[in-house]
């Protein structure tokens, strides 16, 4: 077994969709190239029974599902489960629907055109914290969060709480997320180890007492770190 192979066998998946061949199909796919699927589920409720039962590291996950629909499902399991990565692997490319599943808390949106290897590399890469999109769909949701940061804020009330203090280097890490780039390319750009960049981003949703790294790009845009 290769390193790259040893790797994804630790990572822990879960396939959601209610078409049991295709179902069956990508999770065939990914055990052969690796990983360890822990567990599939065929509707939302049972989606949400299992991943709480297997807790699985990334979910693979369809929107269109009977019970309970799919922007639900992520939306519970990532309120439930913060270090849940989720990938959306949909036939929807509406602009709706990304945003929608974004907004709940997916970490990346693929259409059910891509490849078998665009889905096993999009699956590594969503382990890790990566935003992984269909080419275009990076753009559109950046725009959507532009949009909302350019939004008037709510006023602060007398009694708010001042904003956490981030160090140097978890604001200059802040402000690479921003930009769009990935945890790997952050840190051979500050030539650190990308485990370190990892507990920065992790600790920065601590003190903001954010979720995800949408969360996380929306903050710094908001506060035109993008920009920087």
């Given at each position: 077994?290769?390193?790259?192979?040893?790797?994804?066998?630790?990572?822990?998946?879960?396939?959601?969709?209610?078409?049991?061949?295709?179902?069956?199909?990508?999770?065939r796919?990914?055990?052969?190239?690796?990983?360890d699927?822990?567990?599939?589920?065929?509707?939302g409720?049972?989606?949400?029974?299992?991943a709480?039962?297997?807790?699985?590291?990334?979910?693979?996950?369809?929107?269109?599902?009977?019970?309970?629909?799919?922007?639900?499902?992520?939306?519970?399991?990532?309120?439930?489960?913060?270090a849940?990565?989720?990938?959306?692997?949909?036939?929807?490319?509406?602009?709706?629907?990304v945003?929608?599943?974004?907004?709940?808390?997916?970490?990346g949106?693929?259409?059910?055109?891509?490849?078998?290897?665009?889905?096993?590399?999009?699956?590594?890469?969503?382990?890790?914290?990566?935003?992984?999109?269909?080419?275009?769909?990076?753009?559109?949701?950046?725009?959507?969060?532009?949009?909302?940061?350019?939004?008037?804020?709510?006023?602060?009330?007398?009694?708010?709480?001042?904003?956490?203090?981030?160090?140097?280097?978890?604001?200059?890490?802040?402000?690479?997320?921003?930009?769009?780039?990935?945890?790997?390319?952050?840190?051979?750009?500050?030539?650190?180890?990308?485990?370190?960049?990892?507990?920065?981003?992790?600790?920065?949703?601590?003190?903001?007492?954010?979720?995800?790294?949408?969360?996380?790009?929306?903050?710094?845009?908001?506060?035109?770190?993008?920009?920087?």
């Open positions: 077994m290769s390193e790259q192979q040893a790797e994804r066998q630790r990572i822990r998946v879960m396939v959601v969709d209610d078409h049991p061949m295709w179902r069956d199909a990508v999770a796919d990914l055990a052969e190239a690796g990983f699927v822990v567990a599939t589920a065929g509707d409720e049972q989606a949400v029974r299992r709480t039962a297997v807790d699985p590291e990334v979910l693979v996950l369809d929107l269109n599902l009977p019970v309970k629909p799919g922007v639900q499902v992520c939306k519970e399991l990532v309120g439930a489960h913060p849940l990565r989720v990938l959306v692997l949909s036939a929807s490319g509406e602009h709706a629907d945003l929608e599943a974004v907004k709940s808390g997916a970490t949106y693929l259409l059910k055109s891509a490849s078998t290897e665009e889905l096993i590399d999009a699956v590594r890469r969503t382990a890790v914290g990566d935003p992984v999109f269909t080419p275009g769909l990076a753009g559109l949701v950046l725009g959507e969060y532009r949009r909302l940061a350019s939004e008037p804020a709510p006023a602060a009330g007398a009694d708010e709480p001042k904003a956490p203090q981030l160090t140097e280097r978890e604001t200059e890490v802040l402000r690479l997320v921003a930009k769009g780039l990935s945890y790997k390319q952050i840190a051979e750009r500050l030539v650190i180890s990308h485990r370190t960049v990892q507990n920065h981003v992790q600790n920065t949703l601590g003190k903001l007492q954010l979720h995800n790294r949408v969360e996380l790009v929306r903050y710094a845009i908001e506060r035109g770190l993008d920009d920087a």
